[in-house]
């Protein structure tokens, strides 16, 4: 395209917003998780980690912190009663977390572990859903899925609110 002028500032300001841009595209590791809850907490991550352990299913949403590391928020969801009897399967896995279970409990919750920040614990689920495209089996395997959870009504701060996203997981 010749005889296109660019004015200075303009190429000032592309480097930089190319920079941001492809740091956006990235390898699908970071971002925020959405939903009604966002005013109340930081819910930007690094990565994610998928876990399936002991009849478990986990995904954790990681920030560095110093040496160690902050869990924004984990969803787990017990699973073992709805894996198929096959131990090599890796399908995916529809899961409602807000299901009652025989001892009364949930299959599905949401906690935080994050520093110099008090442990308050969400509410129950008035409704949630977490799906797989892929459980992990071994480390290193990428699980790509998402989520989403509305907290019962109540006097809890988090009571009624919501929190979703989708994910690129990485089993530790």
């Not at 906690?111 to 992990?136: Q, T």
Request: aromatic share 6%; proline share 6%; with cysteine.
């Amino acid at each position: 395209m010749e005889g296109v002028q660019v004015s200075a500032r303009l190429r000032f300001i592309a480097p930089a917003l190319f920079a941001l841009a492809a740091a956006a595209c990235g390898d699908g590791e970071g971002g925020a998780l959405e939903g009604s809850v966002t005013p109340l907490l930081d819910l930007r991550y690094q990565r994610a980690e998928a876990r399936l352990a002991e009849g478990s299913l986990a995904v954790s949403f990681v920030e560095t912190q110093g040496t160690g590391q902050d869990v924004v928020l984990k969803v787990s969801a017990r699973v073992a009663d709805m894996l198929p009897e096959d131990p090599e399967y890796a399908g995916s896995l529809d899961i409602d977390l807000a299901e009652p279970l025989e001892d009364g409990s949930q299959r599905g919750s949401v906690d935080r572990s994050v520093l110099d920040e008090p442990v308050r614990p969400f509410p129950l689920l008035a409704r949630g859903n977490l799906f797989v495209k892929s459980l992990p089996k071994t480390p290193g395997d990428r699980v790509s899925g998402e989520f989403n959870v509305t907290f019962v009504n109540g006097t809890d701060v988090y009571s009624g609110r919501t929190i979703f996203g989708r994910f690129e997981a990485t089993a530790p």
